[in-house]
């Protein structure tokens, strides 16, 4: 976020005033970071939308607590990836544990391939759509520990999982992934 301290301050503080003005400059600097962040956990631009409103919501709910120390967005982050996993949750009941694509694993049972890296330049729009296509329970796990850098640990607290589960997941997303991905480079 290119706005400096200060500046920040005052939005925020106009915000905890609820100060229109404010709220409205807070959502346009951060919509497209969020959006973006809600389009990893949707398979449709309508309900990261929801998804993005929500979060917001809970950002305005909570901005007294912020201290301004550490990064805003980084806090406003964390905010809208609970509101999406939260989302998952609600949509689907609970989608790891019915979900066809979503196997439970102990720990001591895993035996995961290292994933081959493929050098592929995609345009990120692409690359999004393949995010989509995976199951709730795929996405969930991918982006929480890959693109949130959570541990796997974290990530099976958050989802209310075990870490083999964790772990044997983003494995299945990841060739899921190389296999879409894979598909669009032949097709092309």
């Given at each position: 976020?290119?706005?400096?301290k200060s500046e920040l301050e005052r939005i925020v503080r106009g915000c905890i005033q609820k100060d229109s003005k404010c709220q409205e400059e807070l959502f346009r600097m951060l919509y497209g970071k969020m959006m973006s962040v809600c389009m990893r956990y949707?398979?449709?631009?309508?309900?990261?939308?929801?998804?993005?409103?929500?979060?917001?919501?809970?950002?305005?709910?909570?901005?007294?607590?912020?201290?301004?120390?550490?990064?805003?967005?980084?806090?406003?982050?964390?905010?809208?990836?609970?509101?999406?996993?939260?989302?998952?949750?609600?949509?689907?009941?609970d989608p790891f544990s019915s979900s066809e694509d979503y196997l439970y694993v102990e720990e001591d049972e895993m035996a995961i391939e290292d994933d081959a890296e493929q050098n592929v330049e995609l345009k990120a729009a692409e690359a999004m759509k393949a995010l989509q296509m995976l199951s709730p329970a795929y996405q969930a796990v991918f982006n929480l520990y890959v693109i949130e850098n959570y541990t796997h640990k974290e990530v099976a607290e958050i989802l209310g999982i075990s870490e083999g589960t964790s772990k044997y997941n983003l494995a299945k997303a990841k060739k899921k992934l190389q296999d879409i991905l894979q598909d669009k480079i032949v097709g092309i």
């Open positions: 976020m290119e706005t400096d949707s398979r449709d631009e309508d309900t990261a939308q929801e998804v993005l409103q929500v979060g917001f919501i809970k950002v305005f709910d909570k901005l007294e607590k912020y201290d301004f120390n550490g990064s805003f967005e980084g806090w406003v982050r964390r905010i809208v990836v609970n509101t999406a996993i939260d989302h998952i949750r609600k949509s689907k009941r």
